[in-house]
């Protein structure tokens, strides 16, 4: 990386050796004499008197090892350093894109803003800039490829994105930007009675245009709820981001890996009751539980047990009937048909009168829907221990608030490796 104030060389040993693909030059890089690098889309080739020497996947697991010395800006590869004044560029192009290592160089750790039974949530301080972010320390899990790669393929404000992936000795620390704001759990748990017609309207128009993005991507959640979704700012509802990937898969793939997964009160109903661990399910299962999401907002007194899962199957007929918020029902019970089949994409959820209507409804509409709401959801219950959902995947992440800025404790000591120095 090229510091003015304090000149860096940066070894990258790059690792693997493949054929050269065609496709778009993003960046240039002339080295010393004879050799340059080509970083295009997919690799990172480095020639030697124009014939190709050596290619670098721009993919996971490959990594890419920065290291510092002074006087001197560079990367090295095979043992061979190049020198360029280009690698800090070079380096945010490759943000993202496979691991770097050495975290230790770039951030320094400021404190535990949440802590699950595998894995952290550090926030800390680019070394180079005043900014804050949260790097999501988790142990060495493949699986963690596929989440990481599905992450950085939603390119929509409803995510957030991975600023870069650093690979330590047990963990791996993805860096992304801080969220300041509540969960969704967190928003209305205080809320006497849920949230009002217009803020549902807002929150679910935004989740569901991020569902309609990632479907769109051939990609399934398979964890939507309350404390998987966080504000960014605290006061603007429009905000938000859908976060814990931990659990999505493609829907493209002939096998899912914990096919029978989710949390109760949430978790669609195909894959509750699946019985057979080899058969796939469509994406609507995402639709589902955003339905699920919605009763939830609209009737806070809903209750989910451990024991057994709630999918808040409005089959009773008055529910159209009645006053308060019968459009937003309309939908809802759309949203919650038991069949896959029946409930509509999030394109078609998106378009319904629900986002455009408003209505005030009384005191006494709002307490009528509410006790017959209660009276008209389903339970299905597992008979036996080995019915219920599989929980599998990364921990959530979401029911951490930061504390101010100016109340972070330094120094705090971390059973990371990587950060071992601030002990």
């Known amino acids: ?71 001197l800006v560079g990367f090295m590869i095979n043992n061979t350093t190049y020198f360029t004044d280009q690698t800090y560029k070079l380096k945010e192009l490759l943000n993202g894109k496979l691991f770097f290592s050495r975290i230790q160089d770039f951030y320094t750790p400021l404190q535990v803003l949440g802590q699950g039974s595998s894995a952290k949530v550090l926030l800390v301080k680019s070394k180079h800039s005043d900014q804050y972010f949260a790097a999501k320390c988790v142990e060495k899990n493949e699986l963690m490829y596929q989440e990481i790669e599905i992450n950085n393929e939603l390119d929509h404000h409803a ?26 759990q967190q928003l209305i748990k205080n809320q006497h009675v849920g949230l009002t017609l217009e ?23 398979r ?5 998987n979704i ?45 019985t057979d661990k080899d058969t796939t399910y469509s994406s609507k299962c995402d639709i589902f539980s955003a339905g699920a999401e919605e009763m939830y907002f609209l009737e806070q007194a809903l209750t989910l047990y451990y024991h057994q899962i709630r999918n808040v199957i409005l089959i009773s007929r008055f529910l159209l009937q009645r006053k308060y918020h019968r459009i937003s029902q309309e ?8 069949d896959p089949k029946m409930r509509p994409t999030a394109t078609e959820c998106l378009n319904h ?12 509409q709002k307490k009528t829907f509410f006790a017959q709401t209660r009276a008209a959801t389903l339970t299905v219950d597992f008979s036996s221990p080995e019915e219920k959902p599989e929980y599998k995947g990364s921990f959530v992440t979401n029911d951490i608030v930061p504390q101010e800025y100016g109340m972070q404790k330094k120094n ?11 002990n």
């Open 331 to 338: 939908l809802v019970q759309k949203m919650l048909s038991k």
């Open 412 to 422: 705090t000591k971390f059973n990371t490796t990587e950060f071992d120095q601030y």
């Open 199 to 221: 803020q549902t309207q807002k929150i679910m128009h935004a989740l569901l245009s991020g569902i309609e993005h990632m479907h769109q991507k051939n990609i399934m959640h």
């Open 1 to 71: 990386m090229f510091l003015t104030c304090c000149p860096n060389v940066y070894s990258m040993l790059l690792k693997t050796q493949i054929n050269f693909i065609d496709n778009e030059i993003i960046l240039s890089l002339d080295l010393q004499p004879p050799y340059k690098a080509i970083l295009k889309k997919d690799f990172l080739h480095i020639y030697k008197e124009e014939e190709p020497l050596f290619s670098l996947p721009l993919s996971y697991p490959n990594l890419i090892s920065w290291q510092f010395k002074r006087d």
């Open 353 to 364: 009168e629900f986002f455009t209507y408003y209505d005030k409804p009384t005191s006494a």
């Open 223 to 227: 964890d939507i709820k309350p404390e």
């Open 230 to 274: 966080v504000l960014q700012k605290n006061n603007n509802l429009t905000t938000l981001k859908i976060v814990d990937f931990g659990l999505a898969t493609y829907t493209t793939l002939k096998k899912y890996k914990y096919p029978k997964c989710g949390t109760p009160g949430y978790v669609a109903p195909e894959i509750a009751n699946l």
């Open 159 to 184: 995510f957030v994105k991975i600023k870069e992936v650093f690979q330590g000795d047990t963990s791996y620390y993805i860096i992304m930007d801080l969220l300041s704001g509540k969960n969704l």
